[in-house]
């Protein structure tokens, strides 16, 4: 299994950023994915969960209406579209999926939110 996110960066308050994680090494279009984070000093949280068909999807309440998930099961990819970023949303974020009760998690991408 192999995740790698890619799309994070600096950006303003009221900014957007889509972050994107391509997957392979296991039946990507029949896993569900997710995004996690982990701001310093703070435990890793989950974000948003996308269901293998992308019908199905999961926000923290932090989010909800800002972030949005999305899927390509073409291209084995999974995205964030972030819009309206705060600085409490300033962590690394992950790309995750669970394959056998085993946690499989990708290098993360940082994403700072600042003036």
């Known amino acids: 299994v192999q995740l790698v996110e890619s799309g994070g960066g600096l950006v303003q308050p009221g900014g957007s950023l889509r972050l994107s994680c391509a997957a392979s090494?296991?039946?990507?279009?029949?896993?569900?994915m997710s995004w996690y984070r982990q701001a310093p000093g703070k435990e890793r949280e989950l974000v948003a969960a996308i269901s293998s068909g992308g019908v199905t999807t999961n926000y923290a309440d932090s989010v909800k209406g800002r972030f949005t998930i999305s899927r390509d099961n073409a291209k084995n990819t999974v995205y964030l579209q972030m819009n309206s970023l705060k600085p409490e949303d300033t962590a690394v974020y992950y790309c995750?999926?669970?394959?056998?009760?085993?946690?499989?998690w990708g290098q993360g991408t940082q994403v700072t939110v600042s003036s």
């Open positions: 995750n999926t669970k394959r056998y009760f085993r946690d499989y």
């Open positions: 090494g296991f039946p990507f279009s029949s896993s569900a």
